[in-house]
């Protein structure tokens, strides 16, 4: 299989700059040489997220995540290798070589793209024959018009097993395909194809670049599930994609209202309130709330009344707040839905539901009030139970004058003295320091014996050898003119651990055929073998660049090399083990 040269590459890279790229995704700080900020791909509060201008890559200390250019597209944009590389080559006006490298994966991922945006229109079509008649007056009973059924692209999917199937293979899909794409699935004796979906309103999700990437069906009849989503594909995971994003991002609105469900959404949508959104049958999670501070400041929690309601706005607070989101909580009057509560109020949902909008309290405001709910304050065992509970919240709280209004509150509400109250925050807050000093040395202690290299197990074992090793690797990387100089004094197999091994016959290779040592470890190493390479790399400090340094990493690892392994020692015989500790002295003096 060919693949795209180093010269292509090396011009995508150069004409798009990871700064200037990260830059539209995040906001930026320069430090020194580099640029810091807030991780894109976990939640944080202190920057530790850092891209090294020099060499354009990046690494996040907080959740170990590094890479170059195209790593940073395929992780922001959840697109794999060749994907990323043809967004990057268009943004840059580039076209890609003629008969030049692309995967069975990638061409896989096209076709399924196609089949899904083929179902839709099968779907939406059905929806509009006499077949889709039950699912038209379904939407119609919710008070959808044609108008927000077609901007959605709304189907129907008839009352049969075989009739999608039939339409995508007359249209030249495959069943591999089909089956990829989760649209079908074999039957018990494997004769056969059936279709995923039946009689079911459909839902189509589409991407922010506008690709169907999976669908939603709801049931017409009493059996369940009563709604259905399509399985995590190779252009879908529901973990990470939200509903009408694709809609929401164009919103002029600073915020995203989330709701629980797809009909949801699309009332809020026709009544004119076009950034709402809903995960995709299941519990928010972080990699979508990091997708959601793409697109805005702040999240307001559309979700039901009911306890499972309340508890899953419950959860979504903490993880909102963890990616430095903004929460407001939406509390509908009468226990209503959006839906329900829009179709009540017909042509003056709208204003109804801006009334409530504009009435909503910070996601603080709903924990308290939840909390207050639970104790009796007419009694003091009560005042006291709301306190401790209402004090273990203010100290999650980061701004000083925030803690400080919510004391004031909470005095006037218990008629117990704000300096009582203060006190007892301060005392959580020192608790929660030293907390975070432990958890802080437990992460170094693992970072610092390796007990946690998934990428090189072999590590933890070989401490001092394995880190010469990475010490020399990130040494050739940037000064390969030294590589002669190396190769005269070591040897691939005098390497201990067999990643780093790997690695310095890779950047030698790479050198001795003069190329850019670092242009393709997007494509020659897996996402977690990148961020391990890029961590050695930009580890690298000028201070060890001396001669002397580069002889003392050789040395240790020569040494090392020489120490028999435990299970030698093991294995050995008293005179063997006399023997070695003779030679161990020897060398020594």
Sequence with gaps: MARLSDDFISEIKYRNDLGELAASYMQLKRRGRNLVGLCPFHGEKTPSFNIYTENGSFYCFGCGVGGDVITFVMKIENLDYMEAVKYLAQRAGMALPEDDYDDSMNRLRTRIYEANREAARFFYSTLNSPQGAEGLQYLRSRALT???????GLGFAPDERFALGNHLRSRGFTEAEMIAANLVFKSRSGNSVLDRFYNRVMFPIIDVRGNVIAFGGR?????????LNTSDTPVFNKSYNLFSLNNAKNSKEDSL??????MDVIALNQAGFTNAVATLGTALTTDQATLMKRYCKEVIL???ADEAGQKATQRAIGILRNVGLAVRVISIPEGKDPDEFLRKYGSKGHAAFQNVLDGSGNDLDYQLSRLKSRFDMSASQGKLGYLNEAVKLLCTLDNPMERDIYASRLADETEVAKASIVEQINRGLRQKNRTRKREEFSKLQKDISARDDKVNPQHAANLRAATAEE????YLVHHPDRLSYIHERLREEDFATDFNRKLYAYFSRRILMNTD????ISADFTSDEQSKVYRIINSYEPAGASPKALDEYIGIILDEKQKPSEQEIRNSTPDEFTSMLSKLKEKRQ
Excluded: S, W
């Design 219 to 227: 049931i017409m009849t009493d059996q369940k599930p009563k709604y």
């Design 302 to 304: 559309c979700y039901d």
């Design 471 to 474: 010490n020399l690797i990130a």
């Design 146 to 152: 044609d108008r927000t059924i077609r901007h959605f």
């Design 257 to 262: 209202i989330l709701c629980e469900g797809y």
């Design 517 to 520: 040592p670092t242009v393709t």
